[in-house]
Nanobody, 127 residues
Framework: QVQLVESGGGLVQAGGSLRVSCAAS????????MGWFRQAPGKEREFVAG????????SYADSVKGRFTISRDNAENTVYLQMNSLRPEDTAVYYC????????????????????WGPGTQVTVSS
């Protein structure tokens, strides 16, 4: 089973930027779409962004469109989430996960469609 580990979280002021990374334990993740989700205290886990295995398709939550960019480097077994113009409401633990099915041509948005969740990385945006 693919293991994923997120990194790059931290504390940033509103308007600032962060890039979080998700490293896979091996190259089997290259066959799967990948998703970034986040969960704030007292709230449900929500979809942030996703990317198909070949990077042909990306998808974003409305709340982050135009500010966040997802990408992946299959040679490095890593997926990234570049977050710009951060807002206090972006504060959450950010998780990455792999799609349940390989080679899917669309990005799924429900957490139940994903597996191999990483432990998460905390992103805190101060006002």
């Amino acid at each position: 089973q693919v293991q994923l580990v997120e990194s790059g979280g931290g504390l940033v002021q509103a308007g600032g930027s962060l890039r979080v990374s998700c490293a896979a334990s091996d190259d089997t993740y290259n066959s799967f779409a990948m998703g970034w989700f986040r969960q704030a205290p007292g709230k449900e886990r929500e979809f942030v962004a996703g990317i198909t295995h070949d990077s042909d398709t990306t998808s974003y939550a409305d709340s982050v469109k135009g500010r966040f960019t997802i990408s992946r480097d299959n040679a490095e077994n890593t997926v990234y989430l570049q977050m710009n113009s951060l807002r206090p409401e972006d504060t959450a633990v950010y998780y990455c996960a792999a799609d349940q099915l390989p080679f899917r041509r669309i990005v799924m948005m429900r957490p139940s469609n994903y597996h191999s969740w990483g432990p998460g990385t905390q992103v805190t945006v101060s006002s």
